[in-house]
């Protein structure tokens, strides 16, 4: 792997089996479990991993902000609310082209963005 690349992430959550849940059934994550059985992910990729914390407040506000690129936001907006997730900024086009961004809160109240890139 090249240095510098982001590889893992903590989110925050209040019930980590829910938060496993809703990153599987929205993008696809795979979900595997420690030797404690907490719940851990591998993104879509494969390339960036991380688990759900307890005991950490959600991060609600757009700090760092952590986006996820997906095929299109309309289609993924419809599997977060399904799953329980809130849409928190609605697509917003930047570019021509059709690259576009969003954000959503998942259900433990983290704010984390989508990105869409243009079909060249």
């Known amino acids: ?5 982001i590889c893992y992430l903590e989110i925050p959550a209040t019930d980590p089996e829910a938060s496993s ?3 599987s059934q929205v993008f696809g994550w795979q979900i595997r479990h420690h030797g404690d059985g907490a719940p851990a992910f591998d993104d879509a990729t494969g390339y960036v991993s991380g688990m759900w914390v307890t005991g950490r407040p959600p991060s609600r506000e757009a700090g760092l902000l952590t986006s996820i690129m ?14 329980g997730g809130k849409v928190a900024k609605p ?13 959503f809160f998942d259900p433990a109240g983290n704010l984390l963005g989508l990105y869409q890139e243009s079909r060249r």
């Open 1 to 5: 792997m090249p240095n510098g690349k």
């Open 21 to 23: 849940r809703f990153y």
């Open 70 to 83: 997906v095929d299109s936001i309309e289609d993924t907006f419809k599997k977060i609310t399904a799953a």
């Open 91 to 103: 697509f917003t086009p930047i570019s021509p082209n059709g690259d576009a961004f969003a954000w």
